[in-house]
């Protein structure tokens, strides 16, 4: 089964600890993943992508194949990073759907 | 550049009624996806448009039904609503149906009494 698990439904860390978002998938062919950030009031808005390598806003995902992972990290959280993170796997053979893991809080105490 | 707009923002149904939500995608993006969002869990796919037609289904009834029309814009229609249907419905929008990241719109919250 194709499926996408966060295990956390909260996270919360104080401003300068680093940040590991965990992210599990389960899918049979070759995984693309994506993670993707809502902050407060706004919409759902593309993080990053692990074909890209990018590091965006001192965000960074590795793959690991081995371990069906794709943990968001960042060594340094900051007050700003707060919002809701949701991971999400892409399925080619339907339609290039999105299947989302069911998010988690990020809290960035001051 | 603009961005996936959607309308309603809010609309509230009773049981049973017929509902259609509307989102014209971003400027340059040909395929529309719509998502499911309830309340606490990440969006479910519905299915998604590209050219006109449907370019892939999720595990939805077929009373959730769709249109893509010539300009990209896209209607979502539910009927025979039910309790469950109460959700943010979102719309995304790509270049072509797989390599291209989606870009959402702000949804359209649906509350079914």
């Known amino acids: 089964a194709q499926r996408v698990t966060q295990p956390e439904k909260l996270l919360s860390v104080f401003k300068g600890a680093p940040v590991e978002l965990k992210c599990n998938y389960s899918y049979s062919g070759s995984p693309e993943l994506f993670w993707y950030v809502q902050y407060s009031r706004q919409r759902l808005q593309l993080l990053l992508r692990h074909i890209s390598r990018e590091s965006i806003k001192g965000f960074t995902a590795d793959l690991n194949k081995g371990e069906t992972s794709f943990h968001l990290k960042k060594p340094f959280a900051q007050e700003e990073d707060s919002a809701m993170y949701y991971c999400?796997?892409?399925?080619?053979?339907?339609?290039?759907?999105?299947?989302f893991g069911q998010g988690t809080e990020l809290s960035v105490k001051p | 550049e603009t961005g996936v707009t959607q309308s309603p923002t809010h609309l509230i149904k009773t049981r049973g009624q017929q509902v259609t939500l509307r989102c014209s995608s971003q400027?340059?993006?040909?395929?529309v996806s719509w998502y499911q969002q309830a309340l606490g869990q990440g969006p479910q796919f519905i299915f998604q448009y590209y050219r006109e037609e449907e370019n892939g289904r999720g595990n939805f009834p077929p009373r959730f039904s769709g249109l893509q029309f010539p300009n990209y814009s896209s209607e979502l229609n539910v009927n025979a609503l039910e309790l469950d249907d109460s959700a943010l419905y979102l719309c995304?929008?790509?270049?072509?149906?797989?390599?291209?990241?989606?870009?959402f719109g702000n949804g359209t919250r649906l509350t079914v009494t």
């Open positions: 400027s340059g993006h040909n395929t």
């Open positions: 999400a796997l892409r399925i080619y053979n339907q339609g290039g759907k999105l299947i």
């Open positions: 995304a929008s790509s270049i072509g149906t797989h390599n291209s990241p989606l870009h």
